[in-house]
């Protein structure tokens, strides 16, 4: 068992000093595998994954890559996971530098490290063959390419630097479902040949019970369960991942599953409830709920749930 | 760019003040050339000529070849422009991106120094600037450009503002990206648009102000040539001859006018939204 | 106005063969072509398609809110047996506030930013029930308000459209679609936008309020799985054209349609585990310009023979209510 490639450690990100963006997360990734990362709007999804690319500095807690703490990295410690750790973006389009040509956009990580483009281009066009690009195309503005051309380059540019964790925000945000599968095998390939560990933000569902290993679920900033994702899937442990799952609209009118449907909305993160912040929306909120914060502990099979009263299999 | 022009060229107004600057960019900066005549040469017997083959403009009091004066008072006025605008361009742009940039603390000193500089009238700070050190052309391209420091600085911190967050400037930093970087390859040409039309805009407003300080005796030193000197000159004058404050209200007036409508034209022309409609 | 006493079995509304081109800087674009069908009463149904499809087209002509460069126009779109399209525009003023309501992807669009909810609720209801006072408009607006589940509507209603979630904007759009009791409801996306707990919140909404509701809805979504979970009749538009209709149980366990066969093939089931290749449709979807008279989908469909590249395959019935534009189906 080799140590894990990035390892959340209760990690908070306050802002003025009352909103808790992210409360407390943790969880680790292993090299090589892919994890889903899962919340509606307001979870903090955003800020933990900016958090763990070391663009915003956690109020409390470590992020750490291969053993090493990424908020006190500098200089070329700094340059180094910056190689090592990138990013896909949910709108293609408008990742890319508009008044740079595609060319200019995927030299950029090579200016930007000081590598020479003469000896480093060469990989860069074996990269875009494996993603599906030409080099003919590469003059062009990126107003000027449709939107799959648009997501190709972001996908090549994030992965010149021979990175080792990819963060794709929403890879398929947008997709059309019959394009959507082709962008997924991409990414299955590339991380097949290039040893890719991903850890993927996604509202869809199916998606990430498609492509990810393990899940994280995210709700108002904490994360409510964590564990692999077929055992997730099968038997949710926590009422929000549960009805999470069953919103999911399935489309074989055979199969139509019963519904768990949230009552109300999630609250403002300005005045939580005390206790359990789930307590306001879920079907089985007791006393204990509204007095006390549930801590993510262990329930069996991998899996971690922040629960007083965690659902058994099978309800 | 050759886009723009085209567009420019493509509407009356627009054409009409592309010919307009074109005309003063020729007669200021071939000066030199074209002007028939030394524009201090003095000729007192041919004093108040009226526009003949010899003298094109007619001469003025000192008889001294108005035409010539006039071309090198057109280049006075585009050196002064061009200078002034440059100089508030750049130190403005970079007053706003480091505004945007900054801790709110100096953000707001700098909004606060641009709220004082624009409540002042810029002609009477002018005044009391020259009362205080003397007149000059560096010093009217100084005092200028600093009344024109919040026009640039706004613009370019709200520009700022509203790209900061942008994509792709987060996927430059995910790469490693120095924040200089950001600014000069990804900012910087993402906000020159808007600030090359508010610079085109500006030149009539400073060739005005330049115009006006010199008719008041306080902007170009004599002898050196300037529409304002001439105006000024010719109203001294007026009872001998009408033809220098003739054609130096009309150069003013069709320099004002084609940079103005210019202006108005590059701004329809580049302007973002109508651009990301093609 | 619900319709009870008279039985009758026309559809509420029928499109007919309408073609619908944009002229563009490249030329003219056939967005739609040959688009017919039909919306029983009482019913919800369905159009699904990707983008590029046309469905949202489609909701447009239905409401003639047509953008300036539309160069064609031609077809019948038929309300209770009125030919739409043929109205003055006043005529069609009085269709919209009346009988045919709309809700959006982005509610904000729809709502005046700078009036409170219950301005705008009262408003719009003061076409269909002139006579009615303001008080009787605003005691309908609270009561609605209340039946499509914004707590505290007493309050709620003097609020501003941004101090409402996404969620609750939605349904405010809902109560003030259903105000004016249209005999068609279209939504165009009215999920989309919104998180999945908020979504089957809003689709359970419309489930509940069909119970009360006389009129039909067309429901329009790129979810096949919201699609199958609301509608009782399914529209599969692909291109700028109908390829399949069907009920929804049809579509969804026979499909016909090449087209409609390889999209629900791309949607990943839950029985795909984690090593299976997803499947995605060869291909891109063709521009709309210049189009050859062949069957829209022939170049990126699996079965494609000669004949499917020599005419546009008609829409033809299949079985009883199930219609496909294929000569292989």
Known sequence: MTAPLLEIDDVSVVYGGTVHAVDGATFTLDQGGTLGLVGESGSGKTTLIKVVLGLIAPTRGQVRFDGRDVTGFKGPERMWFRAQAQMIFQDP?????????????????????????????????????????????LDRYPHQVSGGQARRVGIARALILNPRLVVADEPTAGLDVSIQGDLLNLMHDLQQRLGLTYLM??????????????????????????????????????????????????????????????????????????????????????????????????VGRGQNVACHFPLTDQE | MRGVIAQIWGRSTGRLGLILVVLILIMGLGAQVISPYDPNELDILNRFSDPTWIHPMGTDHLGRDLFSRMLYGTQTALLVAVSTIIVSLV????????????????????????????????????????????????????????????????????QVLSLKNAPFLEAERVLGASRARLVLVHIVPNIMGPLVVLASMDIPVVITIEAGLSFLGVGVPPPLASWGTLLNDGYANLTETIWPVAFAGLMLTLATLGFTLFGEALRDAIDPKLKTDR | MNGGGTMTTSPLLEVRNLDLDYATARGTAQVLRQVNLTIPRNRIVGVVGESGSGKSTLASVIMRLLPPNLSRLSGEVRLDGTDLLGLDPAGMARVRGNKVAMIFQDPMTALNPVFTIETQMVDIQRGKFPGRSKRELRDRALEMMAKVGIPDPVRRIAAYPHQFSGGMRQRIMIAMALLVEPDLLIADEPTTALDVTIEAQIIRLLEQIRENFSGSILFISHSLGVISTLCDEVVVMYAGSVVEQASSRDLFLSPRHPYTRALLSCEISEEDGGDTALRSIPGNVPDLFDLEPAC??????????????????????LAPGHRAACVLA
Request: hydrophobic share 45%; glycine share 6%; charged share 20%.
């Open chain 3, 296 to 317: 829209i989908f022939a170049a990126r469909c699996g079965q494609a023979e000669p004949r499917c590249r020599q005419a546009v395959p008609p829409l033809r019935e």
């Open chain 1, 93 to 137: 389009a408008s990742s890319l530098s508009p008044r740079l040509t595609l060319r200019r956009i995927l030299e950029e990580p090579l200016v930007i490290h000081g590598l020479k483009l003469k000896d480093h281009w060469p990989r860069v066009l074996d990269l875009m063959s494996a993603i599906g690009l030409k080099e003919a195309q």
């Open chain 2, 91 to 158: 130190v403005g742009t970079l007053m706003g991106i480091g505004a945007a940039y900054a801790p709110r603390e100096v953000e707001r000193a700098i909004l606060i120094l641009f709220d004082i500089i624009s409540s002042f009238p810029s002609l009477v700070f002018a005044l009391a600037v020259v009362a205080l050190l003397g007149p000059g052309l560096g010093k009217v391209v100084l005092i200028v450009s600093i009344t024109l420091l919040p026009h640039f600085g706004r613009v370019a911190r709200a």
């Open chain 1, 201 to 298: 933000v996604s509202h869809n569902l199916s998606v990430v019970r498609k492509v990810t290993d393990s899940v994280a679920v995210m709700y108002l900033g904490k994360l409510v369960e964590t564990g692999p994702t077929p055992t997730v899937f099968r038997a949710p442990a926590h009422p929000y991942t549960r009805a999470l799952i069953s919103a999911n609209p399935v489309i074989d009118p055979e199969r139509k599953r019963k519904h768990v449907i949230l009552e109300g909305e999630v609250p403002s993160p300005f005045n939580l409830p005390p206790g359990c912040r789930f307590q306001t929306r879920c079907p089985m909120a007791q006393d204990r709920c509204r007095a006390e914060a549930p801590d993510l502990r262990p």
